[in-house]
């Protein structure tokens, strides 16, 4: 190599030396970067409480039947009188009674001969209280019984079965979010001093949908709201 080719290549030597040295610490750079990055975790965080159902929907279903349509709806508005007396007596207003269109069946429609039924016509009907006064129709439902002894032929159904609802849970779900955030903080406070790290702010979070459901078959009163946040926070 002659004198005049040595210079040029000190200089490509040096920088590519340049080089290697600023690529060598833009990678060190990015990679803790990218560590830096990876150092989260993913926690999910649970709030339960429960609560009293504050609306009752107690269907009193009944069924009556007679040979003439006139005959049949006489014999509704006698029962359904009777079904009234006995609630208001027992403390409910007109306001929380509400009466529903009887489903009417003509039983001799498909039927012949001795196969009819001794009554032409079946009817069944609702009266529906619709009241804030839990207790009172906890108290009543079992007394209901003595309709019987007045002629009432009371129906049991799925379909008409008593509901308690809860309505008030935009009044609890705030604090419920903020003990499901602080279950979340604990879990990631133990994640995070497995790995020698420490908790640091949230970075992502979800809220979960909050249910509500009895708190077992036997009292249908008491309601559990539960929720779960799913939250993301980073190590530090």
Known sequence: MNKNDIAP????????A??????GSYLKDAVQLWKQADRVVSVKGLAEQEVAA?????PVSFSVSADSLADLYQVIDTDRNKIRTFLKQAGFNDEELSFAAPVVQDLWANQYGEQRPPSRYKADAVLLVRSQQVDLVKTTQPESAQLVSQGVLLTQSYEHKIQYIFTRL????P???ADATANARQAAAQFA??????????RSAQQG??????LDSY???VKQVRVVTSVEYSLD
Do not use: R
């Open 9 to 16: 290549a000190l200089v490509l030597g040096a920088t590519l």
């Open 18 to 23: 340049i080089g290697l040295v600023w690529s």
């Open 54 to 58: 504050d609306l009752v929907l107690w």
């Open 170 to 173: 935009n009044e609890i779900k």
């Open 175 to 177: 604090q419920m979010i």
């Open 193 to 202: 001093k497995d790995a020698d790290a420490e908790v640091g702010a949230i």
């Open 209 to 214: 949908y909050f249910s509500v459901s009895d």
């Open 219 to 221: 009292t249908p009163e």
